[in-house]
């Protein structure tokens, strides 16, 4: 199992900036994709941006230029700094973890950290 605990979500302006970590413990593979989803009111869950342990990342088009992921491999903790936030960006992000064992893909969701961009 994967255990996957975000912090760093709250109430900012438009125009602002929030970083949201995820920190995860527990039998996360070396080899592994790491990433935040958010869901808006009344929206499907969406992917927001994906970082793999090799470094490939991956951007929703809407957040691109405005959203950093990184992470750091040996903390097992991935990064989203947001920026110029926009109130389109308000939801529930959740912390993704996807790898594989014995051939078999595990995804593990964090509990999520709502994001308020209002003025």
């Known amino acids: 199992q994967v255990q996957l605990v975000e912090s760093g979500g709250g109430l900012v302006q438009p125009g602002g900036s929030l970083r949201l970590s995820c920190a995860a413990s527990?039998?996360?593979?070396?080899?592994?994709?790491m990433g935040w989803y958010r869901q808006g009111p009344g929206i499907e869950r969406e992917l927001v941006a994906s970082?793999?342990?090799?470094?490939?990342?991956n951007y929703a088009d809407s957040v691109k230029g405005r959203f950093t992921i990184s992470r750091d491999t040996a903390k097992n903790t991935v990064y989203l700094q947001m920026s110029s936030l926009k109130p389109e960006d308000t939801a529930v992000y959740y912390c993704?973890?996807?790898?594989?064992?014995?051939?078999?893909?595990?995804?593990?969701w964090g509990q999520g950290t709502q994001v308020t961009v209002s003025s």
């Open positions: 993704n973890s996807r790898d594989y064992v014995r051939g078999a893909l595990r995804i593990f």
């Open positions: 527990g039998s996360l593979s070396s080899i592994n994709t």
């Open positions: 970082i793999s342990t090799s470094g490939p990342t």
